[in-house]
């Protein structure tokens, strides 16, 4: 089931052109990522969405149509500016958020799900980076809501408590939330996301999951490894799936598509050669936004 629908989507500020008929549309239950540096449009198209914004043309459909106080209380929203008074406490903000629902998810629950329960009456700016995203999120999902819409959730964070926040999110989605992620970090899209819009300068250049856009881009795969003993190259130029064999003094090269590493350790164990330093390296996400926008993200 199609939760989001959006076609040919735009949005103009005077003499700019933020969203520039934009179309994709999100499944029930998936992570859908929408992926692109700073000012490519990502945010103007989720509060779009979100129905934050009014576009200037094209269609908005989330959850078969639903506006107004529907939406309201079917979608969840933690946008990238959003901001809380310093001296709010946690319980507060989680108190007054919960009156603006008709039936509310029970805040003190919700509270401890997202790690916040010893926090209860630390005001917002004593919190930590990442204390202040899960607070967050835990906002965004006061009303028990079937979408939620996470723009730039991690930014900012340090790598533990940007990967704390990662296994939040997969938590909220294994509930049976739809979730939205907004995102310019190819890492935390390679990992959370089931299919990625890719969004540059307002346009989407690509839809799929994070393995079809890789795909786009290279299929050819390259093994590295040193050899235990010496053994003739044709034992691996033999195989379908290799391309190519080089050495670099005991340091063996292998080029190749498909399953490579399996056909690659299955043959040098029929020849009883033991592989050392074994490395793979593939096409990446960062490889694939390259390829299709001609730039690169800097995180």
């Known amino acids: 089931m199609k939760v989001i629908e959006v076609s040919n989507l735009r949005k103009q500020y005077r003499d700019q052109l933020a969203v520039d008929d934009v179309s994709f549309t999100v499944e029930e239950g998936e992570i859908f990522g929408v992926l692109g540096p700073n000012g490519a449009g990502k945010t103007t198209t989720v509060e779009c969405v979100a129905g934050l914004r009014t576009p200037d043309s094209g269609t908005v459909r989330v959850l078969g149509g639903l506006s107004g106080t529907k939406l309201k209380n079917q979608l969840g929203v933690q946008l990238q500016s959003s901001l809380l008074p310093s001296k709010i406490k946690v319980w507060e903000a989680l108190d007054l958020y919960a009156s603006f629902y008709r039936v509310p998810a029970n805040w003190i629950t919700l509270m401890e799900r997202v790690g916040l329960a010893d926090k209860r009456n630390t005001p917002y700016g004593k919190l930590s980076g990442g204390q202040q995203q899960r607070l967050s999120i835990a906002l965004a999902l006061i009303g028990n809501p079937r979408v939620a819409i996470l723009d730039e959730l991690t930014t900012g964070l340090d790598p533990q408590a940007r990967r704390d926040t990662w296994g939040l999110i997969r938590q909220i989605r294994e509930d049976g939330v739809t979730i939205v992620l907004v995102t310019h970090f190819m ?101 694939a936004f390259l390829s299709l926008t001609g730039k690169k993200i800097s995180a």
């Open 187 to 287: 890492e935390e899209a390679e990992r959370l996301c089931d299919r990625i819009a890719v969004i540059d300068s307002g346009r989407v250049v690509a839809v799929d999951s994070p393995a079809g856009l890789i795909s786009m881009v290279d299929r050819q795969q390259t093994v590295t490894f040193r050899r235990s003993r010496a053994f003739d190259d044709a034992v691996l130029r033999n195989l379908a799936e290799v391309t190519g064999v080089s050495r670099t003094g005991e340091q063996i090269t292998v080029t190749g598509t498909g399953n490579l590493l399996l056909a690659i350790t299955t043959a040098l164990a029929s020849a009883d050669v033991v592989p050392a330093d074994l490395r793979m390296e593939q096409a990446t996400l960062d490889d």
